[in-house]
């Protein structure tokens, strides 16, 4: 058993490095009346009253609309990052073009503060009428997601054979029809793994959904507060625990299920930018 | 001009259009609040006259130089970017070094140990304030029913403590998760080699893995100090600015004087300060990077 060590330890920064989900999700099992007695992770009597609260519509609380919102913003955040990033990075593998300075200034965004972008993005949107919308989260969410997407596309084009630019253009066809019928096909696997990563991460996001959102377009991770202050008195830690396990699920969910590819193209995107 | 034969200079335009787009968007949504920022800096401004600002110098400047908050804002930052990052990639090295051999044949077992880097830190800060919950919360229980006593841990003397710790494990999963992919990439010849020479375990990691894996170090080290440096979401939502104004980082200040005190100006004086900041370390970092590139 020369391994029992390393499993001890590898179970332990499991259970410590995951702890504050595992409290959440024992505690979102346990009734008022439970809670006030037993703070500890065990659960007596396990019930669903606090998801039962949570997902029912009340005339200030709607679940359902803040993960719509989550939802919405976050597959524009996602998805319009690879539509920019996509060509522009065909552009640097293939073409050269903007190897010296768009590329390293996107990159760069991921260690500039965006919080200094954030109040003329508030009184741009104000004037706009983006404030409070699902689309003016979203294109503020691009932003959050394109250091990322630009170098993982850029670094999967430049790891393709350049052979197969060279016969497609042999065959007459132009560079908008090989990087969309030739390159996009070949690079499907690094463009799901961005997407999914863009997803989570704008998910994720925090700032600017407080700050730019009020009522129509908050997304879950700012909406999920309200719940504690909900009932007027002391916060109810059943329901606050739920609304928090059903917030924190779909990220989890799809990090669980594509860990293999996160953590390859997280590695990528930090080392090669 | 048929795109199937590109003369130099017709190629160098559809490689420019490509970029085009995502030129566009970075010159409208990072380009122009840039501009807004550095004329606001130097304008008086309140949310009454927020469409027609009028020039006064360098006077917020001044205000945000001169407050005392900004400085402790920026004192907290820095604590807060250092101890973290030093933290994270000591424990994260340690656990990729160690756990590697049960990991080679394992893969599965990282899913559990990136889990962390799925949640949203937002939400972290909201669930750390039930851990920690002085009455329903399972650390100060615990704490209590074995050694009956439990530390406060989010008064002004200890918050900031708390907070690292907070950041820390969330975060000690990237940096393993880096150095634990640069200790895989290492060829196992280079082992053996050391090993025919008679090296030990320790001397190869000192000797020979860890100079191996100096540049991801660096890597993680800076990606996670930034992270660090400009927190936001996790101090938020457990504490906000802390009793007193004890946990007020960097992000918390500029969004505190712009949205709670309405000190437009100052808040984005600071911002501007901020972004100098960044930029100039930027700019030393590619020096360096570009310094050593050629040499070695």
Request: proline residues 6%; contains cysteine.
């Amino acid at each position: 058993m020369k391994r029992a060590p390393r499993w001890i330890v590898y179970v332990v920064a499991v259970l410590v490095l995951n702890f504050p989900v595992i409290v959440t999700l024992v505690t979102s099992f346990k009734s008022g009346g439970e809670l006030s007695v037993n703070p500890g992770l065990w659960v007596n009597q396990p019930t669903f009253d606090n998801y039962l609260k949570v997902l029912t519509v009340s005339d200030r609380l709607n679940i359902y609309g803040y993960l719509g919102n989550s939802l919405v913003a976050s597959l524009i955040g996602s998805l319009l990052a690879i539509a920019l990033t996509f060509p522009a990075a065909y552009a640097v593998a293939r073409g050269n073009f903007g190897r010296r300075l768009l590329l390293p200034t996107v990159v760069n965004l991921r260690a500039v503060p965006l919080i200094i972008f954030a109040i003329p993005i508030y009184m741009m949107f104000q004037w706009l009428g983006l404030l409070d919308t699902q689309l003016g989260l979203g294109l503020i969410l691009t932003i959050v997601n394109l250091p990322l997407a630009f170098i993982v596309l850029a670094n999967a084009i430049a790891d393709l054979p350049i052979e197969l630019d060279e016969a497609a253009r042999i065959d007459g066809a132009g560079t908008f029809t090989i990087m969309v019928r030739i390159i996009w096909p070949v690079t499907r696997a690094a463009v799901t793994t961005v997407a999914i990563f863009g997803f989570i991460t704008a998910w994720n996001e925090f700032l600017f959904g407080l700050m730019l959102t009020t009522t129509k377009a908050v997304p879950v991770t700012v909406g999920a507060s309200f719940f504690f202050a909900a009932s007027g008195g002391g916060v109810q830690w059943g329901p606050a625990s739920a609304v928090m396990i059903v917030g924190a699920l779909p990220p989890m969910l799809l990090g669980l299920l594509m860990y293999r590819q996160i953590g390859g193209s997280l590695t990528a995107g930090a080392v090669k930018g | 001009m048929p795109a199937s034969s590109p003369t130099t200079d017709s190629s160098a335009r559809q490689w420019a259009l490509l970029a085009t787009p995502l030129v566009v968007f970075l010159l409208l949504f990072l380009g122009f609040p840039t501009v807004v920022d550095l004329i606001y800096s130097l304008s008086r401004v309140s949310f009454e006259t927020l469409r027609s600002p009028s020039l006064s110098g360098v006077e917020n400047y001044v205000a945000a130089l001169a407050d005392p908050g900004f400085w402790s804002a920026a004192w907290f930052s820095l604590r807060f970017g250092i101890i973290t990052a030093a933290a994270e990639c000591i424990v994260g090295l340690a656990l990729a070094v160690y756990l590697a051999p049960l990991l080679e044949k394992r893969a599965w077992l990282m899913a559990p140990l990136m889990l962390p880097l799925m949640v949203a830190p937002a939400m972290v800060g909201l669930m750390y304030r039930l851990v920690l919950h002085e009455f329903v919360g399972p650390v100060p229980y615990y704490l209590y029913l074995w050694f009956g006593n439990s530390p406060t841990f989010l008064d002004a003397g200890s918050a900031f403590w708390t907070l690292v710790v907070v950041e820390s494990l969330q975060w000690t999963p990237f940096a393993f998760l880096l150095f634990y992919a640069a200790y895989e990439a290492i060829p196992d010849e280079v082992r053996q080699a050391a090993a025919i020479d008679g090296a030990n375990s320790l001397q190869t990691l000192t000797r020979i893995e860890l100079p191996l894996m100096a540049p991801t170090l660096a890597v993680a080290a800076f990606i996670r100090f930034i992270d660090g440096f400009r927190v936001f979401d996790n101090v938020y939502t457990l504490v906000g600015s802390g009793p007193g104004g004890a946990t007020t980082s960097m992000s918390i200040y500029i969004y505190e004087a712009f949205f709670k005190q309405g000190a437009i100006g100052k808040a984005i004086a600071a911002s501007v300060v901020l972004f100098a900041a960044s930029f100039a370390v930027l700019f030393v970092l590619g020096w360096l990077a570009r310094r050593r590139g050629p040499a070695t």
